[in-house]
């Protein structure tokens, strides 16, 4: 029963200037990373006493998924991450875009739209005032018909924010699809190696 856990393929979707790679540092210095190539890692960790092996998949659009992607069962959440001060990143998201990414890759899973400052996270001063408000991250979620918004402005604070909302929905799904499988496996969550997100 030691490597009794759940899996969850999350995919991370953001440009170069997303700076995806402060959500990537936080998992690695909270999770265990049991492996990383190119771009997918994968993180073994506890949530709420329940083991979980989270392997994310990055790309920078929708339509960059590629057939070694395409070999995944599911991919259980994404998470779209823009820079505040790229207004061009945030145009480029459109529900038709969202709607084919779903219909190619019978995605039913939890969506979430992050804004990034990455000038206040490393307490630098910005070149220019943000391009992106809160109000516009907040209309572009209800356009694309997200589930979750964020504004990383913390990463610590901010990041913990993003993973507890979307462990909670996969762990409340989990739950509902095999209750007697959930108990198991969270009972048995001691014996597993990982850190605790």
């Known amino acids: 029963m ?11 979707i953001g440009t170069d200037d997303s700076r995806i790679d402060i959500i990537l540092d936080y998992l690695k210095e909270k999770t265990k990373l049991s492996s990383s190539e190119d771009s997918i890692s994968e993180f073994q960790f506890i949530y709420e006493k329940v083991p979980l092996k989270m392997k994310i998949y990055q790309f920078k659009h929708f339509e960059d998924l590629t057939d070694d992607i395409r070999q995944l069962k599911k991919l259980d959440a994404i998470i779209v991450v823009v820079n505040l001060y790229n207004d061009q990143a945030i145009s480029k ?28 996270i490393e307490q630098k001063n910005p070149p220019a005032s943000r391009n992106i408000n809160e109000f516009v991250l907040i209309q572009k979620t209800k356009e694309l018909k997200f589930h979750y918004c964020f504004k990383i402005q913390n990463s610590q604070k901010d990041i913990a924010d993003i993973f507890n909302k979307i462990l909670n929905y996969v762990n409340l799904k989990l739950e509902f699809i095999n209750p007697e499988m959930f108990e198991r496996v969270k009972t048995n969550g001691k014996d597993f190696v990982g850190k605790c997100l």
């Open 93 to 120: 998201l459109t529900l038709n875009k969202y709607k084919e990414f779903c219909d190619n890759f019978m995605f039913n899973g939890i969506a979430a739209l992050v804004g990034i400052d990455p000038y206040l």
């Open 2 to 12: 030691k490597d009794f856990h759940f899996s969850l393929n999350l995919g991370l």
